[in-house]
């Protein structure tokens, strides 16, 4: 089969999903010259990291860590809008794959029992085709050998724009955009919350405020990128 495969990747050769040069034999999905540029987080071991202070007082997660800084116009940017809005699934299981490596064999990692994404509204991921987060879950889950699940925490469809609304007044809003069904599913649990950029933390908050409602839940965090 190999002759096949050879003829394959002379016509359709792998590209990296950033710069988009040819990938050689030993590398995968992006560059080495890409990877060398990515600004690495560095939090997985890291007590009290930045994405654990932007929580405090806010919530309580017992281990939070992303894998990337996030600047504007910077090569994380251009990443997770491939990934979000251009199909590029791949990407998600790069750093899923990367960010399960992080945890494996971690002093610091607690002891996860399921992976939970940040969800979409069923109609929007109807419309996108994918929840940008799930391959990314769905390979940390596999790694860690822990379940990955969808079916509790929900999401309810945005009916209005926020911008014309104060920031107490949109995050208030956002609380009621998710729900948990099926709680007792979760109980005694300890969730890794996945999702694949934090900004002003908000959306996490409003997800772990009502997984928190559920009996002897426990709850930690783990993004592809923190906004600086």
């Not at 399921?114 to 085709?129: D, M, N, S, T, Y």
């Not at 996945?194 to 772990?208: F, I, M, Q, R, Y």
Request: some cysteine.
């Amino acid at each position: 089969m190999k002759p096949f495969r050879d003829i394959f990747e002379l016509f359709f050769p792998e590209l990296c999903l950033h710069c988009e040069a040819q990938l050689s034999a030993k590398e995968k999905y992006i560059c080495l010259g890409c990877r060398f540029d990515l600004p690495l987080a560095n939090f997985s071991n890291q007590k009290g990291n930045d994405l654990e202070k932007t929580f405090y007082g806010r919530i309580s997660v017992i281990f939070a860590t992303s894998l990337l800084r996030y600047h504007r116009k910077g090569i994380t940017q251009h990443l997770i809008h491939e990934l979000k809005y251009k199909g590029k699934e791949a990407l998600g299981i790069f750093f899923g794959e990367w960010m399960a490596s992080e945890l494996k064999d971690n002093e610091r990692c607690p002891q996860f029992d399921v992976v939970v994404p940040v969800p979409l509204h069923e109609k929007k991921l109807k419309i996108r085709g994918y929840n940008q987060v799930h391959k990314f879950g769905q390979k940390i889950a596999e790694a860690l050998d822990i379940p990955f699940h969808t079916a509790v925490l929900k999401r309810k469809l945005d009916s209005q724009t926020q911008t014309s609304k104060l920031r107490i007044e949109r995050f208030k809003d956002l609380q009621e955009k998710f729900f948990v069904q099926n709680g007792a599913l979760f109980e005694n649990k300890h969730i890794l919350l996945v999702d694949d950029v934090v900004t002003t933390g908000a959306t996490l908050e409003a997800c772990v405020l009502k997984l928190q409602k559920i009996n002897g839940i426990k709850v930690s965090l783990a993004t592809i990128a923190f906004t600086e």
